[in-house]
């Protein structure tokens, strides 16, 4: 694509002169004739186009924009590329050079049809890239990329300055913004063709020049870091800022095609922060602000109460008061534990973590609840012990202790549990009346079922007046 | 960071820890009184928490390190971390007993330069509240294990994320430890 043959090469060429050399602008300018111009080129560029770029796939003007491109790079001088001219001019022996830009730059404008500047700048795309021109984002070069950005954004210039009507006046103004985005761009491109260059087929000119803005090209290097590292600060968050920012350097150094959707995605970032202060110090408080109020959503979800808050002060003492009643609680409970198990005697417990649950929850249950051992509950205890133990598929898997037997998530199952309870606290009825306690029952079971959706949720609201329950009832 | 209380695993480990080390603890409470009891079983629940959450959270580490610079906490803490757990835990609890001391000298300065700035500010609604946020977090900060030795407001508030949610597993666990226990009975 970078080098049309030689032999299709004089249509445009033939053509273009016609427009070079009356240099006439208001003329050119003028619709018909310039349709008639850009159409007369379509034949023989489209030819040479072998892929379309990704954005500009509208009509003649992007036709006319590849066949612009393909000149790039391009094969011999006198078919010195139209936006090099502009940048590269100093390094060119002058007849090339002058004849060149200033042939060039006019059928530039000439293959440019005005009117069509309004989808221009209506592209994204190309809106982008024109505005990317100051900020080394580092773009991949594509296919077209840079040669075409040149272009763009001088016409985006003479866009916005009006110069439909006054392209004359402002013909060295465009000439200016000509030399000048180019110029912004060499640097880029030469780090993008720096990891393609091999490949695709650079022309010995393309290469010479290469040789020639090394240090350009380094300077570009850098500058894109800087740029990189600035992005870093605006992105925040650690993990998106690292992997875009190594996907912004690899842009830079291999620069493939594939690339070339994610340069707009960086600048609209950066852009979307342009209101604000754009130091690197209030982007890092910025940043260092998201990041706790993101914690303190996060905590917002955690403590119980905390939802409903507003002010982060407030918000806090909720979390402050929560913390110390979770940690009063711990104190509390490990009094409790102490008091209740006076020998610390605990080696009883392990056997329930052990495979061999089923039956060691057999004997515990017996040992532990003797009221129903001998009673008319044990078959219906042991029977769901049995069934549950595959349903229990919640949150209690493989540490069940015998308390965690109430939270399991069967109702099958919870229901005996509740009756449990009802035995604990002094209900102490026969058991042969379990089922007559049913609607009373329903309560404690309800409790127990909340609990463990609860546990499994862990939200909490629940928690505390639920826990309060319990310890009045046992105490 | 990952929420430990939605995961089962972690919770599991706490489990297994916490029997462990109340097994620990139990061998040695056949003439503890009540209060010591309490204690052994604070430490021990504490300690296997801290140890089911992993020594990358710095909360965990501090708060084994809390225990540790208690003399009489050696002997279990021995037992249940092994000889080598126990003397780095000590040896973090030392140290981290000296970087609090260097870092209250550090905040009294602070504390009066911020006082200076708040006189001298003209938002005076803004900076009472800046200062009350600023006062809350200081209390925070000493609730959580190893708070002191944190800077930034974004640390200790991932400290707390992370603190809240093992403490509130740590109170479950133990809820249905007193339910099981054959006392309860």
Known sequence: MNCGPPDQLPPPQATAPSCFLNLNWDQSMDAPAHRGAGAHLDPALGSMVSSPAASNSTATEGLALHGISPHYGGTPPPKLDLSMMGQFHHHYPPPQAGGGSGGGLPTLENLMPMGSLDQFLADPGFAERAARLSGFGGPGPGQFGLPDDGPIGALKELELGNARDESSVSDPASEMALKGAPDGNARKRKAGSKGKGKDSSMSTSAKDLLAKEDSAAKRCKSMEESNGAEENCAKGKAAQSSSENGGGKKQGKDAGASKLPEPPKDYIHVRARRGEATDSHSLAERVRREKISQRMKLLQDLVPGCNKVVGKAVMLDEIINYVQSLQRQVEFLSMKLATVNPQLDFNNLPNLLAKDMQQSCGQLQSSHFPLEASGAPLPYMSQPHQGSNPLDCGMTDGMDDQGSMHHQLDPAFCRPMGSHHHFLNGVSDAASQVGAFWQDLQSVVQMDMGQSQEIATSSNSYDGSLQTVHMKMEL | ?185
């Open chain 2, 1 to 185: 960071m990952h929420a430990p209380t939605s995961s089962r695993k972690f919770k599991k480990a706490f489990m297994e820890q916490l029997l462990v080390s109340l097994q620990v603890a139990g061998l040695t409470s056949k003439t503890m009184g009540l209060q010591e009891r309490r204690d052994a079983v604070r430490l021990s629940s504490d300690v296997a928490m801290a140890v089911a959450r992993g020594r990358a959270a710095p909360w965990a580490r501090a708060l084994v390190a809390r225990h540790a610079s208690e003399r009489r906490n050696e002997a279990l803490l021995r037992r249940i971390l092994g000889g080598a757990g126990y003397e780095s835990a000590a040896a973090a609890g030392r140290s981290r007993k000296i970087v609090r001391r260097s870092h209250g000298a550090c905040r009294r300065k602070r504390i009066k330069s911020s006082v200076m700035a708040a006189s001298s500010g003209s938002n005076g609604g803004a900076m009472v509240a800046r200062r009350m946020v600023k006062k809350r977090l200081q209390v925070l900060r000493k609730l959580v294990p190893g708070g002191e030795a944190l800077h930034g407001s974004f640390s200790l508030l991932s400290q707390v994320l992370d603190y809240v949610a093992c403490l509130k597993t740590q109170v479950e666990l133990m809820q249905r430890l007193c339910k099981g226990s054959p006392a309860a009975a």
